[in-house]
């Protein structure tokens, strides 16, 4: 029973900090629950105003838009930085470094930082563009809605590249040399190892940098937040932003919670159906 | 060297710059002074001479700078102490100790990183403010302490799962028990998987941005990412891009300092879940 006692700190944590405020989010998600005044009960109202709540289904579609896009660019170039940087070696281990730097730096820092490079007037984009001739008069990036919307999805990429890469890296690492050297004899040209021989074997890492990627994604709020503010005209926000709009711009706290309830739901149906696709798969071959 | 090797080492720099580029821009510029600072950073390095004046403009917001980057600290070491601490008992009593539902709790622990914090956000909210602490940075802690847990539990189940249980035996007969145990004889084998732990804690609770947006409404208790919101929404409609420049490099600097110097157990925390 004493390791009962050892247990007990993160067992409190995980139930106050956790299991209390999750199965609140579904009791409020029931009510009427103003910040101030009287909280009333209204049974599933809140999922029922859901479906004619046009904004709200449209920052998630503008969300899963958003997460096919940056989750094509994450796991691609990850897997060709991966590959890059794969052989043990000083100058490898350099390139590793610089790519992975990026990552620990917080996505507040990395948009903020971003906010001001893609700035019209005192940014680095679109004034080198001009100055390079690419354009001819400075682009004002943050106020087109595909710009803005690729600007974003670059400085993600940039951001979260490097630990893709890691998480694939050390999926490839895992592939005895042998494999691909009996290939290689065998007559199997470079594309061809890639894809009989690499890519089933990195399959379990790479349904991991799936998930992790499409889940984080989904969950996007600090970039569209601090670097556009959604804008241009509403057009870049995002579920989280909607919600953390309804629940802690407008206070109506019982429709936040239900949208959460739906967001989460939607969340781990996606991460059901991702390591279940990944696993009939590993069955089949 | 053959022709490939170069065109690989020369694409590899290249990116390799590409990548390091915002970070050493956004550093030089931050340098630059008050009449330089709202140019585009064509070059991004000081023309007229190095001036910390984007530093001092920075700390006219808010509180003051010393203020703010107090609060960050002191969230992120907090979460990064009490993370360890929390983690390395129950890490300890998952791998050594048989008791009833074990197996339960560990799967309830490890399953909390399937639920986003974002959806259970408000009521949070709610629960911080009937246990008297909202707008706290101590209420701060204990979330992100929560949001820890799972990978920093697992982690070290693993550490103490590697040490040989003959060590313990060896400790045992020599008559050391219980908590000295663990802090004497386990806590040294222990230690990568400790620094791991609190290294992935403390990052963490110095980005993390929306928890603190939401619990915090004090400006006097702003941690840095809060603070540069209102810094980043400018003031009279104009926003001074030289005192982001600065907050930007004030927020980085510890994060790549710390993960330069610690980056193997950073690189082997990520792993280990890939592993797996």
């Known amino acids: ?62 969300t ?26 000083r ?37 080198l563009m001009q100055n390079l001739g690419l354009t001819e008069r400075r682009v004002n990036i943050n106020a087109d809605y595909g710009l803005a919307f ?12 490097g630990f893709f890469m890691v998480i694939l890296m050390s999926g490839l690492q895992s592939i005895p040399r042998d494999y691909l050297e009996a290939a290689r004899i065998d007559g199997a040209g470079a594309l061809q190892r890639f894809r009989f021989i690499t890519m089933p074997l990195v399959r379990r890492p790479f349904a991991l940098a799936l998930i992790l990627c499409v889940s984080g994604s989904m969950l996007a709020f600090d ?24 629940s802690f711009v407008s206070f109506r706290l019982g429709y936040g919670a239900a949208l959460s309830v739906v967001l989460l739901g939607i969340l781990l149906v996606l991460s059901a159906i991702q390591l279940r696709l990944l696993r009939d798969r590993e069955d089949g071959s | 060297m ?10 590899a720099l290249l990116v390799a710059f590409l990548f390091l580029a915002p970070i050493a821009i956004v550093v030089l510029a931050s340098f630059r002074t008050p009449a330089e600072s709202g140019q585009p950073p064509l070059p991004p390095w000081p023309i007229e001479g190095a001036s910390i004046d984007s530093y001092v403009r920075l700390d006219g917001f808010g509180a003051s700078l010393l203020q703010h980057t107090g609060n960050s600290l002191y969230v992120a070491l907090g979460t990064t102490i009490l993370t360890v601490l929390v983690s390395v008992l129950a890490g300890y009593g998952f791998s050594r100790f048989r008791f009833p539902l074990k197996p339960m709790i560990f799967v309830l622990i490890l399953a909390t990183i399937m639920v986003p914090f974002q959806s259970i956000l408000t009521p949070l909210f709610l629960l911080l403010a009937s246990l008297g602490l909202q707008n706290t940075l101590t209420g701060l802690v204990l979330i992100y302490t929560t949001l820890q847990l799972p990978f920093s539990v697992f982690m070290m189940r693993n550490a103490f799962d590697a040490v040989p249980k003959e060590i313990e035996e060896a400790a045992r007969i020599d008559g050391v028990r219980d908590l000295r145990m663990l802090v004497y004889v386990m806590g040294p084998l222990v230690l990568p998987g400790i620094v791991t732990v609190g290294l992935f804690a403390f990052l963490n609770a110095w980005n993390e941005f929306l928890a603190a947006l939401v619990l915090l409404t004090d400006q006097s208790k702003y941690t840095l990412p809060v603070l540069m ?31 330069l110097i610690l980056q193997r157990h950073y690189i082997r925390g990520l792993t280990a879940g890939a592993v797996k």
């Not at chain 1, 899963?64 to 796991?75: F, K, N, P």
């Not at chain 1, 601090?226 to 309804?246: D, H, K, M, R």
């Not at chain 2, 053959?2 to 694409?11: E, S």
């Open chain 1, 1 to 62: 029973m004493i390791g009962l006692l050892y247990v007990a700190p993160a067992l409190a944590l995980v139930a106050v900090f956790f299991a209390i405020p999750l199965g609140m989010t579904i009791w409020m998600s029931l009510h009427d629950w103003p910040l101030m005044g009287q909280k009333r009960w209204v049974g599933f109202a809140n999922y029922e105003r859901m479906w004619g709540d046009s904004g709200f289904w449209g920052a998630l579609s503008f």
């Open chain 2, 229 to 259: 919101t209102s810094v980043r929404s400018g003031r009279f409609g104009s926003v001074d891009w030289g005192a982001v420049q600065a907050g930007v490099t004030v927020m980085m600097i510890p994060c790549l300092i710390l993960f």
């Open chain 1, 150 to 161: 690729w600007s974003v999805n670059v400085m993600v990429v940039w951001k979260m590249v």
């Open chain 1, 223 to 246: 970039q569209f937040y601090i670097i556009l503010n959604g804008g241009p005209q509403n057009s870049t926000i995002t579920a989280v932003y909607w919600i953390f709009n309804e």
């Open chain 2, 2 to 11: 053959r022709p490939y090797r170069i065109l690989y080492h020369v694409t």
């Open chain 1, 64 to 89: 899963g838009t958003y997460t096919v896009a940056v989750t094509i660019g994450l796991l691609g170039l990850g897997m060709i930085l991966a590959l890059m940087v794969e052989r043990p070696g």
């Open chain 1, 91 to 127: 100058a490898t281990a350099f390139y590793r470094t610089a790519y992975f730097l990026p990552v620990v730096i917080g996505f507040a820092s990395a948009s903020l930082l971003w906010a001001w490079l893609s700035n019209v007037d005192s940014g680095l984009f679109s004034p």
